[in-house]
């Protein structure tokens, strides 16, 4: 059986395509909820999926390993809110769990922003590990966190479809709390940010994405998303600098 993990928090605008898109592939689905506060509890419900109430405390990390503690199934896919599975990527998951070859798989992810799917770009190469066999591994880091699987993986080939940031203000939102999140764990492995980090990080990041990685063919959405990464970075170090100087 497959089990599907949904972490969920305040998600009423995602949630039902989410589950839609899912509808008929998973044995059991799994909503691990941060305690929300608008419809998205209800909306839960009238899909039959496992409801679990439990606070994030901006630990993702834990908040996954949760889900893989409640769910049932021999195989686990963990997807968010804001992701879709399309048709094809449902017939090859459902395939490829059936053989034994492998103990996870990586995926895929297309971001749609500015009204198109992004073909370039940092976004362009995200491949997240979130299809494993239960047992097999545990997610580990706060933030940006990474499902560390034992045993051989695979790569499933239709992407996992994002619709993250429908507004310039919920991108900007979303900037400023995994920056700080992002500069935490940064301390917490001991690195030390330098004025050359600060300064230099964000530029070198957006000439990467946007130039050698051809943002610029994804037009102005690709232009803001390079934009925007880059003052991720330079929030990050920037925030890191200031946890340090809280310890001096």
């Not at 044995?27 to 209800?42: K, W, Y």
């Not at 901006?58 to 769910?71: H, P």
């Not at 009204?115 to 933030?143: C, I, P, S």
């Not at 991108?171 to 940064?186: G, M, P, Q, V």
Request: glycine letters at 8%; proline letters at 4%.
């Amino acid at each position: 059986m497959l089990s599907v993990v949904i972490l969920a928090k305040n998600e009423e605008q995602n949630l039902p395509k989410c589950l839609e898109s899912i509808h008929g592939l998973a044995g059991e689905i799994i909503i691990i909820d941060d305690n929300s506060t608008d419809q998205t509890l209800e909306i839960a419900r009238k899909y039959k999926t496992k409801i679990f109430i439990h606070p994030l405390n901006n630990d993702f990390a834990a908040q996954r390993n949760f889900g893989l503690e409640k769910a049932e199934g021999d195989w686990i896919l963990f997807v968010d809110a804001d992701e879709r599975i399309s048709p094809e990527l449902k017939k090859e998951i459902e395939k490829l769990i059936k053989e034994l070859k492998f103990n996870g798989f990586y995926l895929r992810r297309e971001d749609f922003f500015g009204g198109r799917f992004l073909k370039y770009g940092e976004t362009a190469n995200v491949r997240l590990l979130r299809l494993g066999r239960k047992g097999k591994g545990d997610w580990q880091r706060k933030v940006h966190e990474v499902w560390r699987i034992s045993g051989p993986t695979g790569e499933l080939k239709n992407p996992l479809l994002h619709y993250p940031h429908p507004t310039i203000t919920e991108f900007l939102k979303n900037i400023n709390r995994y920056s700080t999140l992002h500069a935490e764990a940064l301390k917490k492995d001991g690195v030390k940010p330098s004025l050359g980090q600060i300064i230099f990080y964000p530029l070198g990041k957006f000439i990467q994405n946007y130039f050698f990685k051809l943002g610029f063919l994804d037009s102005t959405p690709g232009v803001v998303v390079a934009l925007m990464m880059s003052f991720h970075s330079f929030l990050s170090r920037a925030k890191l600098f200031f946890l340090y100087q809280k310890d001096l």
